[in-house]
C-alpha cells in the first residue's frame, strides 16, 4: 500500500469557522481516503509524569479493514485509543482521520460526528429502556432523551431501526427492557447503538470480555460482517477470538508497534513471545 505522510497534509482551519469546514467533509460522505487508509498515526509521544504510554507510535489502519491491536498490559492500547477519539491530546506526532482531517485540533464530541464511534469494554446502554427504544436513540443523534423518544418516527427511520436489530441480532429482544439483556446481548446493542450513528471507524476495546462461548463466537460473526462496510480497530486478548476474525495484527509494547502481520506471524516473532505471549 502507498502511505500518505500526515505531514504533507495541507489544512486549513481557524477557530470554528474551520472545525464546521472539516466536520462537512463527512457530512458529505466525501472523507478523502484515496491513499487506502483510513487512519493515520505518526511519530505519536503521550507521557505521563515522566512515564511514556507512547513512543513514537506509528500505525495505518486500511479502509474497510478489521484491524486487532494485541500486546501485554501497559503497551499503550487504551493511550492510543483515547489519542485517537480526543479523550489525550499527544505530546507530538501526528494523528489523521483519512488524507485531510487532523483528529488533534477535534474535541470528543467533535471527533464522534466526524464519524469515529468508540465501544469500551464495560456496555453502556440505557438499562431502563427498551433494545428499540435505545436504538431509538442512538438514531436521533444529540437531542435529549424525552423529545427522542417522544419525537414520531418516520418510516424510514423504522426501517433503519429494523435492520439494525437485524444486523446485532437482537431483533426478538426488541421490547426487552435493556437491563435484562444477557452481558453478551448488552453488548452488541451497544455496537447497534454505535453503527445507528454511522461510523466510518469503529474502536472496540475488549469486545468479547465476559462473554459465553456462545457470545464471543456470534460476536466474531457480527464483527465480521461489518468489515469493509466499516473500518474496525479491535483491541483484544483472547487469542482464539483474534484468530477468528483477524487479517492482519498489530502487536504494541511500551507504546510502540513491536510486530505486525498475521496472526501466525506474529506468534512466531520471538520479541512478541518474549513480552506478550510467553513460551
Not at 40 to 62: P, T
Request: glycine share 10%; proline share 3%.
Amino acid at each position: 500500500m502507498t502511505l500518505f505522510s500526515p505531514k504533507t497534509a495541507v489544512v486549513e482551519r481557524e477557530g470554528w469557522d474551520g472545525e464546521a469546514k472539516g466536520l462537512a467533509h463527512l457530512v458529505d460522505g466525501q472523507l478523502d481516503t484515496r491513499h487506502g487508509a483510513i487512519l493515520y498515526l505518526e511519530e505519536v509521544c503521550v507521557s505521563f509524569d515522566g512515564f511514556k504510554a507512547l513512543n513514537h507510535l506509528n500505525l495505518d489502519i486500511g479502509v474497510g479493514e478489521l484491524r486487532c491491536i494485541i500486546g501485554p498490559n501497559g503497551a499503550g492500547k487504551t493511550t492510543m485509543m483515547d489519542v485517537i477519539t480526543g479523550k489525550t491530546r499527544p505530546d507530538s506526532g501526528a494523528v489523521f482521520f483519512g488524507q485531510t482531517i487532523d483528529l488533534t485540533r477535534y474535541r470528543e464530541a467533535e471527533i464522534a460526528q466526524l464519524g469515529i464511534g468508540r465501544k469500551f469494554q464495560k456496555p453502556t446502554v440505557f438499562e431502563a429502556m427498551t433494545v428499540f427504544e435505545n436504538l431509538q436513540l442512538a438514531l436521533a443523534g444529540p437531542r435529549s432523551v424525552w423529545a427522542s423518544l417522544r419525537a414520531r418516527l418516520t418510516g424510514e427511520q423504522r426501517d433503519r431501526i429494523e435492520a439494525l436489530l437485524l444486523r446485532v441480532r437482537l431483533q426478538e429482544q426488541r421490547h426487552r427492557v435493556a437491563g435484562l439483556l444477557s452481558h453478551g446481548q448488552k453488548q452488541w446493542l451497544e455496537i447497534g447503538m454505535l453503527l445507528a450513528q454511522d461510523p466510518r471507524l469503529l474502536l472496540l476495546d475488549e469486545p468479547v470480555a465476559g462473554m459465553t462461548d456462545a457470545e464471543t463466537e456470534k460476536t466474531a460473526e457480527l464483527l465480521l460482517s461489518l468489515k469493509g462496510h466499516h473500518s474496525l480497530m479491535v483491541v483484544e486478548h483472547d487469542m482464539a477470538f483474534v484468530e477468528a476474525i483477524a487479517e492482519r495484527v498489530t502487536v504494541l509494547a511500551e507504546g510502540s508497534v513491536l510486530a505486525e502481520g498475521s496472526l501466525a506471524q506474529v506468534q512466531a516473532d520471538e520479541r512478541v513471545i518474549e513480552v506478550y505471549l510467553g513460551r
